[in-house]
């Protein structure tokens, strides 16, 4: 066998252009194949590392309008989810009851808007938003001092400042719990007292430039529904697994129990999604883009494939004389076949190295324009090598099989 | 010791058999080589010397008639049977050498004892040892490319004695050498045939190397028309 494999890399390098050429098809092939597997990997591991930061698990339940009011929709616009369409507090507790040991956190959220705080001479523009205690377990800030918000402060004026937010508004004091500061929205003025401070991050997505930072006040959900005049009940919750809890069996459970309570409700229905499952949708869609290419690959690979037994042809046509020497010295038809199929397999083997080499390149080259870590698959390089084989052997056989059965005088006598 | 190394009772080949071109080349051939004979067989182009020399090789199988190489049937054999018997029973020395191009001498003297499976170690040992037995022991990774006829033909008769054949079978062997050359190649058989009892079945259409051995076997139209004393034959 060894002796097969050097005879075969000898007559490789005997003919070096022409193997170059013959392998070129081979060597596209895999290249194709590898480079597409290796940006794939690499865009697919990118964003599940990101997503995985942002808690991929979690799950958003939120209305959705029912699609066989979508004409209507077209029509008359997007109708606003009215009071009896809301998620109400009661359903949530049902669900906390049922699925209790199952979730860590459910967390409620109520934007009331930008306002302006003024002190002095200073001025910030903070978001208020009104939150849950669970909040903080799900997407809440680090606490620096005070607390966070509490289910019992009910609808007290408190709230929860950003350190940032301190430092402008309060740049002297250097204990800010319990002041109070005004803030101004829309028209109205409202007075808070601020129970707790915590750190602010950086928003990674949305650069800020130099000019201040518009930071979040934190109060109390109920809070922020009186001050809105809204009725009981939410557009949207988001809830955080237990940890361990597999969470796309929870997404569709949680989906179908919210949903039961809108199976008499015409315009409104229930969706749950998480970016888990979001994300799952996009790997699913890169898969069928690399199938695709891959199918591509698979006919530039035939193509080299047949190159490949099309050169063998001629090798043997040119090794005619050769082959009638070794039968007369006594090889067999099974060793001439060996030989010529481990031909084919080493051109194409190294072709498929080759392509390798080349696909590893130019998808690392591809991920670090689009800047992710390039992560070459082991799998596909393993299937690749394989695959390579497998097209010697093929594209191999029937032209060894010719050379096997040459008839030994008819050989010795070619010219 | 008892059996002849060929045997051939009634040898007819017929090529293009059945078909309106059909062709009787060999019109049943009675031959006998004794264990370490060295015979010659002459003829004119065409009178079926290669037919024959093809079917003594085991390279072919008669259409007619039996034959008994070294005392295994090699009518009946089967493709791989034949390899075999090329293999063990016959060393082929060819008039234009037949060397694999890409290979060193040691390599082709190799090639053989390869197919019959031996050991590399043993191959090489053997190799060098035949090489050094014809002259040929300075040129061992010398390429064909790089060698004389006389050389070739020197590594090729290694090669044909690589495995131990009982019978060479050297086909105008000294058809492409000049004379000198041609010398020291007979004088090589001879040597072969004296000192290593081979028999040698020498085919040529030359009369003055025909003469050297002890039998020469005349072929004309397919049939063996007479059967002499080598004139110049001495031990």
């Known amino acids: 066998m060894i002796d097969n494999i050097l005879l075969a890399f000898s007559s490789l390098f005997a003919n070096k252009m022409r193997a170059l050429l013959t392998m070129l098809g081979i060597i596209i092939g895999i290249g194709a194949v590898i480079a597409i597997v290796t940006l794939g990997d690499s865009l697919t591991g990118s964003i599940t590392d990101s997503m995985n930061s942002m808690g991929a698990s979690n799950i958003t339940v939120s209305l959705q309008q029912k699609s066989s009011d979508d004409a209507g929709a077209l029509m008359f616009g997007r109708t606003d989810p009215g009071a009896e369409d809301l998620i109400t507090p009661t359903m949530i507790e049902e669900y906390r009851t049922q699925f209790g040991d199952k979730i860590r956190a459910i967390a409620l959220s109520r934007q009331l808007g930008n306002g302006e705080v003024s002190s002095g001479e200073n001025t910030a523009t903070v978001s208020i938003t009104g939150v849950n205690t669970d909040y903080q377990t799900l997407d809440g800030p680090t606490m620096l001092s005070g607390r966070f918000v509490r289910d019992e402060d009910g609808e007290r004026m408190v709230a929860v400042v950003s350190d940032v937010f301190v430092e402008s508004v309060f740049p002297n004091s250097q204990n800010v719990l319990g002041e109070s500061f005004d803030v101004t929205v829309g028209n109205a003025v409202m007075r808070f007292f601020i129970a707790g401070v915590y750190e602010y991050e950086e928003n990674g997505f949305i650069s800020m430039d130099n000019s201040d930072p518009v930071t979040t006040v934190y109060i109390p959900v109920e809070t922020a529904r009186r001050l809105l005049s809204e009725s009981e009940g939410y557009e949207s919750l988001t809830i955080m697994g237990a940890s361990g809890e597999d969470s796309t069996a929870l997404m569709e459970q949680t989906e179908s129990f919210f949903a039961s309570y809108y199976t008499h409700n015409d315009s409104y229905t229930i969706a749950a999604s998480s970016l888990e499952s979001m994300l799952s949708t996009m790997t699913e869609m890169l898969d069928t883009v690399k199938l695709a290419v891959a199918a591509i690959a698979a006919i530039s690979l035939l193509v080299g494939g047949i190159g490949v037994m099309n050169i063998m042809l001629v090798s043997i046509t040119e090794r005619t004389r050769e082959i009638g020497v070794r039968k007369a010295l006594g090889a067999r038809n099974l060793d001439i076949r060996i030989q010529f199929i481990t031909e084919s397999v080493v051109i194409c083997l190294v072709g498929g190295v080759f392509g390798i080499a080349l696909g590893v390149g130019l998808g690392a080259l591809g991920a670090s324009l689009v800047g992710t870590p390039a992560k070459p698959s082991i799998a596909a390089i393993g299937m690749a090598a394989g695959f390579s084989m497998a097209i010697g052997v093929f594209f191999g056989y029937y032209p060894a099989n010719k050379a096997a059965k040459l008839d030994p005088i008819e050989a010795l006598r070619y010219e | ?235």
Request: with cysteine; hydrophobic share 40%; proline share 4%.
């Open chain 2, 1 to 235: 010791m008892s059996s002849p190394m060929i045997e051939m009772h009634g040898i007819v080949k017929t090529y293009y058999q059945g078909k309106p071109n059909e062709l009787e080349i060999l019109h049943g051939i009675d031959l006998v080589v004794n264990r370490g004979e060295f015979v010659s067989i002459v003829g004119e182009s065409g009178s079926g010397k290669s037919t024959l020399m093809n079917l003594i090789g085991a390279l072919d199988r008669p259409t007619k008639g039996s034959y008994l190489l070294d005392g295994v049937d090699v009518s009946n054999a089967a493709d791989r049977q034949l390899s075999d018997i090329r293999n063990r029973k016959i060393g082929f020395v060819f008039q234009n050498f037949n060397l694999i191009g890409r290979a060193n001498a040691q390599k082709n003297v190799e090639l053989p004892m390869l197919y019959a499976g031996f050991p590399a170690r043993e191959r090489s040992r053997r190799a060098k040892q035949l090489l050094e037995m014809v002259g040929m022991d300075q040129r061992s990774k010398h390429l064909p490319a790089e060698l004389s006829g006389g050389q070739k033909q020197r590594v090729a008769i290694a090669r044909a004695l690589s495995c131990d054949a009982p019978l060479l079978l050297a086909d105008e062997p000294t058809g492409a050498l000049d004379t000198a050359t041609s010398r020291t190649v007979m004088d090589l058989f001879h040597k072969l045939h004296r000192e290593q009892g081979k028999t040698i079945v020498l085919i040529t259409h030359s009369p003055q190397l025909a003469a050297e051995t002890q039998r020469v076997i005349t072929l004309i139209d397919g049939n063996i028309v007479g059967e002499e004393k080598g004139a110049a034959y001495h031990d």
